[in-house]
């Protein structure tokens, strides 16, 4: 079952998956003065991971990404009425959501952290830019990937939930996005924004889990 | 035999309108029951309860004597049910869709998946999302019967068919019935097919249960009685089973529910000049039972018709 489950939402999720990672790619090799396409320019941008707006559009490659992947595994079920045969599948309500919020999570971690590792490879490597480059540098970035995995969990409940009407449901994103952006600024990141950002995604599972169990379908 | 479905005042309210209104029903082992009702008579609605998928306002429901809000997964197994529209995964192929649901089940029966495909003429490298509804219903039908479910639960199986494909699809579900004990509980508004399938039937009115029965006894019972009049007709008498209504001129159609000698002396009594009585065959028994008071229609505006609400829809 398992197996099963996963290979439907890899499949499901691959061609979203695909995407991001190619907008991932474009927009870092371009930082990396590799162009991806050969009309995309790609001649650097000075010292890596620090020019001002490298974390902002990498957020924004990552927000998109992680609200695409959330709706596509929850609304689509809805749109297709494909719930009704999932959901009647002899496994736990709970676990078969649990599967496809594990894969999509994953998904979207494996795809924003292949971009960072590998433009952090590069600019560890010596002779590829004129600059001095620690991996403390790449902070900003790996702050930017966590904090939009809880948007991931706030696009799937907003998938998921029921509503009269799709742009009430949409509040959840609202208030989820303007907590990350909240917790973002908070000082000592790693200390409190981690902590807060594990809260708020523990609670979106929760929220997800007995959105799956009370509404229906 | 046992009871696989009991439902206990099901109810569940949308809007503040009841959808399915104190359902009760006991479905025993073995019968195959077709549950009737016009569109929006809550038949959806009272299946996904079953299933729990929607959760009822007050009420219970279960299934082979467990709770049908919280199915174990080994009891779920043994039913199978088919959704309205049969939704499956329209970028898988027919096989992938089979390996798919077959990962769930510890019992497969992967010949029979192969016969129904075979039967129906299925390839299994056929995406899904290019075949017609008939097919996904047949693939659905493969799917469901694949882990030898001891109850079958669709959901207005031949919905969007044609009425050559129905004709298969119902012959094949007959053949799935033929094979030990299943019970089989089905939503439709197609009267032939339940006529033809069903040994009882449900009739479901504005979410009401006013009809449970077996199928022969509710044609047997229903009586059309056509009152003539030398004169405007007279008012009705409280009529027990009395299902509707319609004056046209001086003539008087009754429709009604277990026609005795009783009715027959209460309708004497009014001073007709010739009283017809006919039965009626399962579609028009329904569409009487099911319409509602008629209202006339204006725009003809020649003849005097008038209405009248039914005095009492008895259950059969």
Known sequence: MLTAMVRKELRETLGLAAIGLLAYLYFVTGQMGIPLLPWSGGRGYGIPF????????FWIVSVALAIGLGLR???????????????????????LIGVKLAVGALVY?????????????WAATPGTHASPFW???????????????????????????????FGSRLFTLAAAMLLVIVIQIEPWWWLLGTASLLLLDAWLILSILYVARTRDF | MPDVIVTHRLTKFYDRRPAVDSLSLHVPQGTVYGLLG????????????????????CGRAELFGEDSARLRPETRARIAYLAEGHPLY??????????????????????????????????????IRRLSNGQRAQVSLALAVAADPELLILDDPTLGLDT???????????????????????????????ERVADRIGVLVDGVLRVDCPTEHFKESVRRIVLEFDRDPPALPALPGLVGSWRVGRKLD???????????????????????????????????????????????GEEETGTESPAAQGVA
């Not at chain 2, 006919?278 to 329904?286: H, I, K, Q, S, V």
Request: proline share 3%.
């Open chain 1, 135 to 165: 991996w403390s540098m790449t902070l900003g970035a790996w702050q930017a990937w966590l904090s939009a995995a809880s948007l991931y969990f706030a696009a799937f409940l907003v998938g998921i939930r029921g509503a009269r009407w």
């Open chain 2, 254 to 300: 009754l429709t009604i529910v277990g026609y005795s000698a009783e009715h027959a002396r209460l309708l004497e009594a009014l001073g007709p000049r010739s009283i017809d009585v006919a039965e009626l065959n399962l579609e028009d028994a329904f569409i009487e039972y099911t319409r509602g008071p008629r209202r006339p229609l204006a725009f003809l």
């Open chain 1, 109 to 121: 971690l494996i795809c924003g952290a292949l971009p960072i590792l590998l433009y952090g490879v």
């Open chain 1, 50 to 57: 620090v020019y001002e707006a490298f974390v902002s559009m």
């Open chain 2, 90 to 127: 329209r970028w898988m192929t027919v096989g992938e869709m089979v390996r798919f649901s077959r990962a769930f089940y510890a019992t497969w029966n992967d010949s029979l998946v192969a016969q129904v495909l075979d039967h129906f003429g299925l390839s299994r490298r056929a995406k």
């Open chain 1, 73 to 95: 595994q929850s609304a689509a079920e809805s749109l297709r009425g494909t719930w009704l045969f999932l959901l009647h599948r002899p496994a736990h309500r709970s676990r």
């Open chain 2, 164 to 194: 050559v494909v129905r004709r298969d699809f119902l012959e094949s579900m007959i053949e799935i019935i033929q094979r030990r004990g299943r019970t089989i509980l089905f939503s439709s508004h197609i009267l032939g097919d339940v």
């Open chain 2, 38 to 57: 016009r569109n929006a008579a809550g038949k959806s609605t009272a299946i996904k309860m079953l299933l729990g998928m929607v959760h009822p306002d």
